[in-house]
């Protein structure tokens, strides 16, 4: 049996994706440790960015199934824990420039309550599985499938009032449950070029009755 190191897991993990934001989880800073016992099992230590989070299930089971993919790993068994807890300054320094962090964004705000993000770029499934989102300036983001199916909502026809809308319904949770991590998956994918947003053209013509 091969010995695995955390060196590999490490690796492996770097392909799996927030289902927020379009970095690994690795970048993001969230896994917090990784012990692997004599019989080749791997325990992890991670956290989240939020403990509200609604994918907190989807993220685990994804970090699992690239634990998995190392050869020779005989099980995988990650452990939520809050402290310390997360913050930005976590992140790598790739990660960060990514988001732009630390920087103040030379960008128009989204208007949430009539913007209508329309997807651009393309999707790329990679020999392994794993999935690209490629902006036109061929930069590509690794993905999960959740965000993948986000994307192909954002047509330029939906509000994104009824983005939030479609994701609870999809994910069986409240409105309120998914609010903020959409309005967040916008804003991350319009900075990665991976949206645009467009806004119904409103006159600022008074005319007199």
């Given at each position: 049996?091969?010995?695995?190191?955390?060196?590999?897991?490490?690796?492996?993990?770097?392909?799996?994706?927030?289902?927020?934001?379009?970095?690994?989880?690795?970048?993001?800073?969230?896994?917090?440790?990784?012990?692997?016992?004599?019989?080749?099992?791997?325990?992890?230590?991670?956290?989240?960015?939020?403990?509200?989070?609604?994918?907190?299930?989807?993220?685990?089971?994804?970090?699992?199934?690239y634990?998995?993919?190392?050869?020779?790993?005989?099980?995988?068994?990650?452990?939520?824990?809050?402290?310390?807890?997360?913050?930005?300054?976590?992140?790598?320094?790739?990660?960060?420039?990514?988001?732009?962090?630390?920087?103040?964004k030379k960008?128009?705000?989204?208007?949430?309550?009539?913007?209508?993000?329309?997807?651009?770029?393309?999707v790329?499934?990679?020999?392994?599985?794993?999935?690209?989102?490629v902006?036109?300036?061929?930069?590509?983001?690794?993905?999960?499938?959740?965000?993948v199916?986000?994307?192909?909502?954002?047509?330029?026809?939906?509000?994104?009032?009824?983005?939030?809308?479609?994701?609870?319904?999809?994910?069986?949770?409240?409105?309120?449950?998914?609010?903020?991590?959409?309005?967040?998956?916008?804003?991350?994918?319009?900075?990665?070029?991976?949206?645009?947003?467009?806004?119904?053209?409103?006159?600022?013509?008074?005319?007199?009755?």
């Amino acid at each position: 049996m091969p010995t695995v190191t955390a060196a590999q897991v490490l690796e492996s993990l770097k392909q799996c994706m927030d289902p927020e934001i379009p970095i690994s989880v690795v970048d993001m800073g969230l896994i917090y440790g990784v012990n692997i016992s004599d019989d080749n099992k791997v325990d992890i230590k991670m956290t989240m960015t939020t403990r509200g989070c609604p994918l907190h299930d989807t993220l685990v089971s994804d970090v699992k199934r690239y634990v998995n993919k190392v050869p020779g790993v005989s099980g995988t068994d990650v452990e939520i824990v809050w402290d310390p807890p997360w913050t930005p300054e976590k992140m790598s320094e790739e990660a960060k420039k990514l988001i732009n962090y630390g920087r103040e964004k030379k960008v128009a705000p989204i208007n949430y309550e009539v913007a209508m993000p329309q997807g651009i770029g393309s999707v790329v499934k990679q020999e392994d599985g794993s999935l690209l989102l490629v902006n036109e300036n061929q930069q590509g983001f690794m993905v999960n499938q959740a965000i993948v199916d986000f994307w192909h909502l954002c047509n330029g026809k939906r509000k994104i009032t009824e983005l939030v809308d479609n994701f609870a319904q999809k994910m069986g949770l409240q409105r309120g449950q998914v609010e903020r991590e959409v309005l967040q998956l916008v804003q991350q994918l319009r900075d990665g070029g991976l949206v645009t947003i467009n806004e119904p053209e409103v006159s600022n013509v008074q005319f007199k009755k």
